[in-house]
């Protein structure tokens, strides 16, 4: 069955107002433990650039419990930026 839900932009500036870095930290140390255990997968990183900006998305799925960092009712699951960021 389709989902209903539709893909949501991200800028750089929406996703630091919603999550800090001790969060982000927190949530990604969690990650790699259910990704050592199969219990989540990282996509491999895309990567586009033009002379007006570029794109970068990335993500993962998750079929561990969730993270101590995660909001109820938040995913974030992509950004993008038009400026450079490192890998």
């Given amino acids: 069955m389709p989902s209903k839900a539709s893909a949501r932009w991200l800028s750089e500036a929406d ?10 930290i927190t949530a990604l140390e969690h990650g790699l433990r259910l990704e050592t ?8 990183k895309t990567h586009v650039a033009w002379s007006g900006g570029n794109l970068h998305a990335i993500g993962a799925t998750f079929t561990g419990p969730a993270s101590p960092a995660q909001r109820p009712g938040r995913t974030v699951t992509g950004r993008t930026s038009s400026q450079s960021a490192s890998s």
């Fill in 15 to 24: 996703v630091t107002s919603l999550l800090d870095i001790n969060t982000a």
């Fill in 37 to 44: 255990r199969g219990e989540a997968a990282n996509m491999m």
